[in-house]
């Protein structure tokens, strides 16, 4: 069964040495500075969980699905 899996696996990742993952990164993130914009009173934001109107996406539940 296993050689049948690696069939799907090209030969040049199948026959190359394995990388070593020490010496590299996780991930990478890129978070752009939050304009102090549209920002809500102290009660709404503590009651919302954000400062940031724009923020404010609330869990609907279930997965988001286009009106289209």
Known sequence: MIDDLMSYIPRCIRESE???????????AYVPFQKWQKLYSPEVAF??????SELDKPFIGEEAISDD
């Open 47 to 52: 009651k919302r969980g954000t400062l940031f």
């Open 18 to 28: 394995p990388e070593d993952m020490t010496t590299k990164s996780l991930a990478m």
